[in-house]
């Protein structure tokens, strides 16, 4: 089972960036396909961008099209999501999702990681 560890996020002024990543343990993380999602207070969580084991294929839900981009790096067993003209409406927990390439369920989770963006 693989095992994701997060890194990155907290605090950054409007129109500003930063990098979250999640680094694997266990298994390779180039077995499976990668997504991110957030949860802000009160609400639902919310799928925001995937990448796919090989890193060709990229998902964006539009609120974060031409902002964020997903990628990874196999040989460091290593994904990202580097997030640029962040947003206060971005502010919320993020987290890294592991998936079997063409399955739906979620095999593991990393532990989340805050990112507050300030006015």
């Known amino acids: 089972q693989v095992q994701p560890v997060q890194s990155g996020g907290g605090l950054v002024q409007a129109g500003g960036s930063l990098r979250l990543s999640c680094a694997a343990s266990?298994?390779?993380?180039?077995?499976?396909?990668m997504d991110w999602f957030r949860q802000a207070p009160g609400k639902e969580r919310d799928l925001v961008a995937g990448?796919?084991?090989?890193?060709?294929?990229?998902y964006y839900a539009e609120s974060v099209k031409g902002r964020f981009t997903a990628s990874r790096d196999n040989a460091e067993n290593t994904v990202y999501l580097q997030m640029n003209s962040l947003k206060p409406e971005d502010t919320a927990v993020y987290s890294c999702?592991?998936?079997?390439?063409?399955?739906?369920?979620?095999?593991?989770w990393g532990q989340g990681t805050q990112v507050t963006v300030s006015s």
């Open positions: 999702a592991a998936r079997v390439p063409g399955r739906t369920e979620y095999v593991s």
């Open positions: 990448v796919s084991w090989s890193g060709g294929r990229t």
């Open positions: 266990g298994r390779r993380i180039s077995n499976y396909d």
